[in-house]
């Protein structure tokens, strides 16, 4: 039936159909999707079942998830949007499944067809024989270099031609199935780097091989964005990039790059170092949404094959700190780790794991507005201190918007000097009842502790808007499930934030100690106000017990002396509402 379909669209698209969608362009309602910022997790070599397993592991150990990337391979042969009914029986029907319990399929793919398949990986599979697909665009044309052939790693085969309007438009009738069948994006990766030439001979002339790169990440991204909506469709590509034997560039464009992520790392250090490399240089070419595979990709090293990286569970463990506190959060290796059935320590790592995932989860507010204040502002939600690598190397602190500095480990011994941004005081997030520092020192061998944290500080004058549903973070209790919660560290000027609600507009929050303002509240909502001292009152509201209490009150306040925070509530309003913290 796909082969009849396959000659069906071939017909269509010769008799002149090939009406194509206007390329969205980057606009403040163009957005990455909010449930993009919610943990992602992916496996190669699976199945339907092993999927349905891997995504149950997670929600059974109530470790948070969002998505779930079906890696290669998933297709009957490369790349025929064909899922293979062998290992992804009634795919549609999984999809829509997972759909219902909340995690979103995105669905690994290049710009390659081949004529002959394989995987390299154990487990994999073969195809010796060209698909029909790949006769249909070997025969019409649709392939660029007059279909000239290309070893990658997953076979030998050609690249389509995105200047061919009527070979694009087969190609997406193609993809229109799994499109409707509610996927929510597709993991691009870098195919097109095997297209050996430096020039590309295209339909409409030569172009240069960046300028093929990029119209292969912008046509996946504008086809089905156009189908789907923008919130509801994603591609997640590669910014900058440097692995193996290719010489590090840029690969999709900012305005077409809704999810990026740095791949094909080394599972230890120096592959988290290199990592934060390609993240630093992709945050200072303004790519917005950015992150990593959590542990690292690669169990070897990248250059020579040879070399085995050996698992080691501490640089997991921090690896996942860091990742949570990237805006893109996923777990993805060539071992299929799962956090409960690592070679040693499994406990552990599954209760870090869940810890820094819930945390990232319950930041989808705060990484949702930053991202979309972003792309309004034209520039990056990570900020490495430090222009440029030189000033990068043997530091690698950042910025997360202007209210976290995040500073990697890469010591067995769990410690480093850590030298906070002047202009300001800095809070320990492991230590919210102690004083804060002061910008402009450096804590000499700050030691965490635990490999299971990094070095985190909150800036006096942050504004963080959150969803507490447990109490695993120790912020709130599961009693605070269906409201917002916004962490408030009153700096020693006003500050405030501009915060996209679960409406998409905008809701401003402001801080001006001893008042606490925001533009309306949607929702229910508990600010986390940072108060050295417990107030005598705050003005209009009635003190209450507990936090528990809190959260069952329509409005009222609590102080918590341990946090050494102010609790209080206010009821939805249209209306603005001014709070005082006396």
């Not at 409201?483 to 996209?500: A, E, K, Q």
């Amino acid at each position: 039936m796909r082969r009849l379909l396959s000659i069906c669209v071939l017909l269509a698209a010769c008799s002149g159909e090939t009406t194509e969608p206007e390329d969205p362009t980057r606009t403040p309602d163009i957005y990455t999707p909010r449930w993009a910022f919610e943990p992602w997790i992916s496996k190669d070599i699976s199945d339907g079942p092993d999927t349905r397993a891997f995504v149950a592991g997670f929600k059974d150990r109530d470790i948070p998830v969002g998505v779930v990337v079906l890696d290669s391979p998933w297709e009957t042969d490369y790349n025929t949007f064909d899922p293979n009914p062998d290992r992804y029986p009634e795919m549609p029907k999984m999809i829509a499944d997972l759909r219902a319990e909340g995690v979103r399929t995105v669905l690994w793919v290049t710009q390659m067809l081949n004529e002959e398949s394989f995987d390299v990986e154990a487990g994999g599979d073969t195809y010796d024989s060209p698909s029909v697909e790949y006769l249909v665009a070997e025969r019409e044309g649709y392939f660029v270099n007059d279909g000239e052939t290309f070893f990658w790693w997953k076979g030998k085969g050609s690249g389509i031609d995105f200047a061919d309007d009527v070979g694009r438009a087969w190609w997406h009738a193609l993809q229109d199935d799994l499109l409707d069948a509610g996927i929510a994006g597709w993991k691009l990766d870098f195919g097109e780097s095997y297209v050996m030439t430096d020039t590309v001979k295209t339909d409409k002339g030569v172009i240069s091989h960046q300028a093929y790169s990029e119209e292969y990440y912008r046509d996946f991204w504008a086809y089905g964005a156009n189908r789907l909506g923008t919130d509801e469709f994603v591609t997640m590509v590669r910014p900058y990039d440097k692995s193996y034997n290719f010489e590090g560039r840029f690969f999709a464009r900012p305005e077409h790059a809704p999810v990026t992520w740095v791949g094909d790392n080394r599972r230890d250090y120096v592959g988290m170092i290199d990592a934060l490399d390609h993240m630093f240089r992709s945050a200072q070419a303004n790519y917005v949404m950015i992150g990593s595979d959590i542990g690292g990709y690669l169990d070897r090293d990248d250059q020579s094959f040879t070399d085995l990286v050996p698992y080691d569970t501490d640089t997991f463990l921090r690896w996942t700190a860091l990742g949570a506190m990237t805006p893109f959060m996923q777990l993805h290796g060539r071992a299929n780790l799962e956090p409960w059935s690592v070679p040693e320590r499994a406990d552990e790592t599954v209760d870090t794991y869940r810890y820094w995932a819930t945390l990232h989860h319950e930041l989808v507010p705060f990484f949702y507005s930053l991202a979309e204040n972003a792309y309004d502002a034209g520039g990056p939600m990570m900020h490495p201190i430090g222009d440029g690598p030189d000033a990068w190397e043997d530091d690698w602190r950042f910025l997360l918007g202007e209210a976290f500095l995040v500073a990697p480990l890469f010591e067995a011994s769990g410690v480093r000097d850590v030298a906070l941004p002047a202009g300001t005081r800095w809070y320990d997030w492991w230590a919210p009842g102690d004083d804060a520092y002061d910008g402009g020192t450096t804590l000499t061998a700050f030691d965490v502790g635990t490999p299971s944290r990094i070095p985190l500080f909150v800036r006096a004058g942050a504004i963080v808007p959150m969803t507490i549903d447990r109490p695993l973070t120790e912020i709130g209790t599961a009693a605070f499930a269906g409201h917002l919660t916004v962490l408030i560290y009153p700096g020693p000027v006003p500050t405030s934030f501009m915060m996209r609600d679960s409406d998409d507009a905008k809701t401003e929050i402001a801080a001006d100690s001893p008042f606490v303002y925001i533009s309306r509240a949607l929702a229910p909502t508990i600010f986390v106000v940072r108060s050295d001292v417990e107030p005598t009152e705050v003005v209009g509201l009635t003190s209450v017990g507990s936090v528990d209490a809190l959260a069952a009150a329509s409005s009222g306040w609590f102080y918590d002396a341990a946090r050494r925070a102010t609790y209080v509530k206010v009821g939805a309003s249209e209306d603005a509402v001014t709070i005082e913290i006396r």
